[in-house]
């Protein structure tokens, strides 16, 4: 017998070599209906695995992450599986499940493929998954596998096999299809009911430029014809608010060649955009105890190489910057922490100064590659809320809850009520992507893990995301579509201080090392504002909008009285504007609502005659009557309803 313990920590006794399917089948019919997937021991397992010790095991359904990624890998597979059927002698490469659907990369060889060849291509995934063929996982020597992929004369899959260190290599069988692989699929073909290829793209073997460009699919599937028209309907959605058509539209932010691909230029209204989300943060993170720096935008090689920056990153960093001195070079910065050792390192401190906040708006600079630039989500040059932390071991619970309070605060003020957070660790199979002991981790981890259990936060553990000198706790925010994003992180780093040799001196009168807290509630200001964009579809907060209110006079005759009542509101710090254009009323509207104006006043005979006027808000919305007066009082109590003060 072995004993089987559930996430709930309930346990059972059951026969040797029985299978995740069976104790779902034992526990409901309507689970074992629904189970996709499971991990056993947190290593991901077929439904079909026999389990021979005891452990944990989770099941997974189509409404979990890790069910999703069984679902989409499976489909991945049932398309390489039709590409190999329809273009006789491609190779496949590889075909992993990604956040929204599953992509392949094949090498055509002299075949073309077209976004005109995929509905057959879906129409025979379909006649696969109705066929319902098991999933099976198999081991072979590794020598049998050469054999197999030497025969295909298939030089991708024979670098990665020669690449592993397994002794036995993985296959997975369905219907009469086998492909390279480790595991995590659906029980059988059957569950797939819909299918949709998405687009075509090219892709480097291994991401590198030097190698064969491959042919990527993309595609989505879904266990209900009506999941994948609401995905559709979405993504149609999506286009309507992507935030490089509405950035031009609302003459937010631009691009220029000249200026270098993925460096952003702000225009006047995103540059005030950027402005207010600046002074909202820093008006909190004053009330909280943070004290602003400033560091500069290149730094000594010397500094991010005993941070470890440049050993881990240097490589997607752009090159060093030669000096005219012999052997000097510099860094555009590719991240604030160093210089902010730096400056805490500038004096000595005592433990009752401590905690000690340092803040900056600091932008850092990356070598994105051009495929992989896209808007303002993807850049070059960026802008981080960046702050660190430097306090005692005792105060690290309190200040990580802080920290979580003003994450908090931000989401709820920005209108992103609906997330979840994750905490990222290392991954325990690959400890050498990171930097210290054992030890340190495990205290970090232990500290996040309590703080976030003490703030009432569910949360899920993920291994192998963690930061390479810290854990970290991540937040992910779902939109106003539904697609999840990464925003704000928390990280804790025992690593760093010990690098920059960083000290206190104690009650004692010893040194000790402070521990540091990395955080960001936005990430980045450009990556931020790119979904704040998509979340609100361009009508953002009141309080955020470049323009709260346009005054429409009928006519020429009306002018005078609504510079009148615009110089009015501006002496009360109401962003407004009057179009005095000679146009007509329905044109300035119309305008007006393209321009995701939330408020605009029609004057004319009657408005000037009554000194009131009808408010009408953005979508048509009537708010009624109000003189200046009233308007101001409207606007500001609307303003404050959105954005509370932080305490």
Request: net charge neutral.
């Amino acid at each position: 017998m072995i004993e089987i313990t559930f996430p709930d920590g309930a346990s059972r006794s059951y026969q040797v070599d029985i299978t995740p399917f069976e104790i779902a089948s034992s526990i409901s019919d309507g689970l074992a209906r629904n189970i996709i997937s499971a991990s056993f021991n947190n290593q991901t397992i077929e439904t079909s695995t026999k389990l021979k010790n005891n452990g944990n095991l989770i099941f997974y359904t189509w409404n979990d992450d890790e069910g999703k990624k069984a679902f989409w890998h499976s489909s991945a597979h049932i398309l390489a599986q039709t590409l190999e059927e329809f273009y006789s002698g491609i190779k496949l490469t590889i075909g992993p499940a990604i956040s929204n659907g599953f992509y392949y990369d094949v090498d055509l060889g002299n075949h073309t493929l077209s976004e005109k060849d995929f509905p057959r291509i879906e129409k025979r995934m379909i006649e696969i998954s109705r066929e319902k063929h098991l999933f099976k996982l198999r081991s072979i020597e590794k020598k049998e596998a050469l054999d197999y992929y030497n025969k295909k004369r298939n030089e991708y899959k024979l670098e990665l096999i020669n690449n592993l260190q397994d002794v036995k290599i993985t296959f997975c069988d369905h219907d009469d299809f086998s492909d390279l692989c480790k595991g995590g699929h659906l029980p059988h073909t059957g569950f797939i009911k819909a299918v949709k290829l998405l687009n075509i793209a090219g892709a480097y073997w291994r991401a590198d430029q030097n190698n064969k460009q491959l042919t990527r699919v993309y595609g989505i599937s879904f266990p209900k014809q009506k999941e994948l028209n609401e995905y559709l309907n979405l993504i149609e959605e999506a286009k309507k608010r992507d935030h490089r058509k509405l950035g031009k539209k609302l003459e937010l932010f631009t691009f220029s060649n000249k200026v270098g691909l993925g460096l952003p230029l702000w225009l006047p209204k995103g540059a005030e955009l950027r402005d207010r989300l600046e002074s909202f943060l820093k008006k909190a993170q004053k009330k909280a105890g943070y004290k602003q720096v400033i560091s500069p935008h290149i730094g000594n090689k010397d500094l991010y190489e005993t941070s470890g920056h440049y050993q881990k990153y240097g490589d997607s960093s752009f090159k060093p910057i030669s000096t005219p001195a012999d052997g000097e070079e510099f860094l555009l910065k590719p991240m604030n922490c160093p210089h902010h050792c730096e400056i805490y390192n500038s004096k000595k401190w005592s433990y009752k100064e401590l905690p000690v906040r340092y803040a900056e708006f600091g932008t850092v600079y990356r070598y994105e590659q051009s495929g992989e630039l896209h808007g303002l989500t993807r850049v070059r040059g960026f802008t981080q809320d960046d702050a660190h932390i430097f306090c005692t071991q005792d105060q690290l619970n309190s200040e990580f809850k802080n920290v979580i309070d003003l994450v908090l605060y931000v989401f709820k003020s920005l209108g992103f009520e609906n997330f979840k957070t994750q905490i990222s660790l290392r991954d325990i199979n690959d400890k050498e992507k990171y930097i210290g002991s054992d030890e340190v981790w495990e205290t970090a981890e232990k500290a996040i893990i309590n703080a976030t259990k003490e703030k009432n936060l569910k949360y899920k553990v993920v291994y192998g995301e963690a930061a390479f000198y810290g854990p970290k706790l991540d937040f992910m925010v779902k939109d106003a579509l539904g697609r999840e994003w990464q925003l704000g992180t928390i990280q804790v780093d025992y690593n760093l201080p010990e690098r920059f040799k960083l000290s206190y001196i104690d009650n004692k009168n010893n040194l000790k090392r402070p521990v540091m807290i990395h955080r960001a509630p936005f990430g980045s200001m450009e990556r931020f504002i790119a979904i704040l964009i998509e979340h609100t579809g361009g009508n953002f907060p009141l309080w955020l909008t470049s323009n709260q209110l346009i005054l429409i006079p009928v006519g020429g005759n009306h002018k005078k009285y609504a510079e009148k009542v615009l110089n009015l509101l501006e002496n009360h710090e109401i962003r407004a504007l009057a179009d005095n254009r000679n146009e007509t009323v329905g044109k300035k509207i119309r305008e007006a609502e393209l321009n995701k104006i939330p408020f605009m006043i029609i004057i004319g005979d009657n408005e000037i005659k009554n000194d009131t006027f009808p408010v009408r808000g953005n979508g048509g919305k009537d708010y009624g009557e109000k003189s200046v007066k009233e308007l101001i009082k409207f606007i500001n109590d609307k303003s404050s309803e959105e954005i509370k003060d932080f305490n």
